[in-house]
């Protein structure tokens, strides 16, 4: 029986049905926010399900998860709505997070399957575990070699890499040379010490355990436990989602690889909101690669792949040109609008129903779109079903935890007397605020505890440094820095790393709050704490210590912000690049659009211009040839009386052209001008690298924040050790 896909009705009101065939050849669903893009994939995801297609999605929004929620009863469709709640088993996954069901990403470091290109691999890893770092550009191309290397030698030497062991194979590789070239002229050994240090700090770091515990990223394991897996990655940091996505993806390959061609649709992709992931060249993203690979040979393993973008140019020709079924929903630029006529019209549209069809895309309503399909040419608008999931909008971590069935373990509040029942008092004028407790003692369920887990809030003092820059044209910069302030610290003084795992500026985004969660202790603060002239003195003495450091800093001369304290140039760079961009859109947009007017005016000036050349050309082969005529005849006084008219014609032609070329240079000036404008608007960022001067050093304190902790003695291996968990973000921290 041939599978059906019934997305909705036509313009007629006929149901909308797409066939296997129609699916199995990839698409893209280009759309402005609210034009039901998420609508429409979450239709073709409860289809798929319908005709026993395993589905996996990638959630970067939050959308994709309402897939078999609050499934409602209105469906007219009875027997098809049973069917799915009977046939669709569906699992929500949490990469990078302890709530929920994490995911382990240790099996993606495991040597790949022996049909698969290994050099491509072992690259789509190297470049994948990089921005997990911090780190990425063009300017670690020697780095990500030497990592991709090194999976590549252990690899071939069925080896598996442990992250741990990355670092100190990245500082003494097991090889002299990479492709002719001596290792140290590639990476120099202290430049590969700096990297060395910075993955042992990540991999060793306790938020590194997020994803190292919780379901293997094994689609043979994935697919057995249910026939969708959709990956919610809403609660990541982009280079965490850029890490995961290009795992994933590049796992994905391997798996498919390895199972082996076939003539039906098995599998569907769904990639929704692909953004950032897929762009244009020159980009090349570590998720690029993998995913153009599989939208490449995807249909010959029976693998489906279709993306959604709000912007046509988010998309690389490539992909566009794979892409059989192109779903456009409404666009409101006109150069989203031109973009994605065009791929139409190189898949046979004509030009003359672009302007009937640019006119109905922008005047589409939400759910409505225009589905060409390039297998088979035919255009049809269409309007797309209730799906039989409730679409109720992106959903948080903590919803995606309830409805993965993740279930907080309390543990019992230990008997240490240090702890205080209430918080304690504070000098006057002090302010305090909490973290949230998201996490309890669950966060510490994985550890062998030995004892009771105690749960308690940790005081720190949130204090404000202001320093005047070198040269006072520059102005001051501000700056926060936490500092432990629990009668358990014996020096009080600044941290970059904490135990609970926050950093200073990380508060700007936290949701403080003037009430401790229930169920948790308080640790005392430090005596010298206690008023506000012990505050004074310790504020004093920490001065003195900050004062005898230089802080370097950098400026951003176009926004006029400075890096955080401890920020790399290579971060703030592209943080401040990025805020350019935002700022800078509409301008760029509105020289585009003067450009675009210039340029179609200086192509029609042209076009005249050789226009009165070619008649100039003409006449002044018509009087020659005219003229000798006359004169193979004899009448010599008529050539001679026809001349004088002649020159005149040619002279007016000859003044209108050279007005033509003043124009044409006129007009490429101004183009010309506007194009070193948006070049201008595109240029990098310019920072300043500035140094603080230690007698200009300033500190004062803001208020005391209090951070959730959990807290027990845990066996590990044959050691004792202590755990500390920050229960807001669940980083966890252990000691000797």
Known sequence: MDRIFVMGSSADDEPFILTDEDVSVHGVVFGASGSGKTGFLTVLMEEALLNGINV?????????????????????????????????????????????????????????????????????????????????????????????????????????????????????????????????????????????????????????????????????????????SIFYLAHLDSNERMM???????????????????????????????????????????????????????????????????????????????????????????????????????????????????????????????????????????????????????????????????????????????????????????????LPAVYDSAILRGFNVVGNISLYYEPFLLLEVKARLEKPANGEIKFLRLMPASSMQRDLVFSEKMEPGIRSEQLKDCPLGEKPSLGFKFRPINRALRTRAGIKRVLDGLRNNVAEINVRVYKCEETGECSFPGEDLISFKERQQMKLMERQKKEIEELNRKLMKISIALSKEVGELRELERRLEELKTSIFVGNLIKLMKGSVKQTFRGVGGSYKKIKEIERRISLKKQRIAQIELEKANLEELIRRARAPPTILELTLRPKEVHVSSVMLVWVPVAEARALVGNRMVLVKANCFNGVVSTFQ
């Not at 469906?75 to 069901?101: Q, V, W």
């Open 56 to 228: 996996v999605a990638l959630d970067v929004k939050g959308d994709l998860s309402n897939l078999g929620l609050d499934i409602t009863d209105t469906i007219p469709d009875s027997s098809r709505l049973e069917s799915f709640r009977k046939n669709a088993k569906i699992s929500i996954y949490t990469p990078g997070s302890l709530k929920g069901r994490p995911v382990s990403i240790l099996s993606c470091l495991k040597p790949p399957d022996a049909q698969e290109d290994l050099w491509s691999a072992a690259s789509s890893v190297a470049n994948s575990l990089f921005p997990l770092a911090g780190m990425s550009g063009e300017k670690l191309q020697s780095e990500a070699r030497l990592l991709t290397e090194l999976f590549v030698h252990a690899w071939k030497n069925r080896i598996e890499v442990l992250p741990e062991d990355l670092p100190r194979m990245f500082l003494d590789p097991p090889f002299d040379a990479i492709g002719g070239v001596d290792v140290e002229l590639l990476v120099p050994k202290k430049r590969r010490q700096e990297i060395a240090i910075t993955l042992s700090t990540v991999f060793n770091s306790p938020n590194f355990k997020r994803w190292i515990n919780g379901t293997p990223l094994d689609f043979d394991h994935l697919l057995e436990e249910a026939n969708a």
């Open 244 to 434: 995961f996505i290009a795992l994933l993806l590049r796992t994905l390959h391997s798996w498919m690889l390895r199972k082996g061609g076939s003539d039906k649709l098995k599998l569907l992709l769904v990639f929704d909101e692909v953004y950032g992931y897929l762009p244009p060249y020159p980009r090349d993203p570590p998720s690029k690669a993998p995913l153009l690979s599989l939208i490449k040979q995807g249909r010959s393993f029976g693998i489906s792949v279709f993306l959604s973008t709000q912007n046509p140019f988010d998309i690389d020709y490539r992909a566009l040109g794979n892409a059989r079924l192109w779903v456009i929903g409404r666009l409101q630029t006109a150069n989203d609008r031109r973009r994605a006529l065009e791929g139409i019209v190189e898949a046979g549209i004509s030009i003359g129903e672009r302007k009937e069809l640019n006119r109905e895309i922008s005047s589409l309503k939400p759910r409505e779109f225009i589905v060409y399909n390039a297998r088979n040419d035919v255009m049809r608008k269409m309007h797309t079903r209730q799906s039989f999931s409730s679409l109720r909008g992106p959903l948080s971590l903590d919803q995606i935890a309830e409805i993965s069935g993740f279930q907080p373990i309390t543990g019992k509040i230990s008997g240490d007397q240090s702890l205080l029942d209430i918080p304690p008092s504070l000098p006057e004028r002090v302010e305090s605020c909490y």
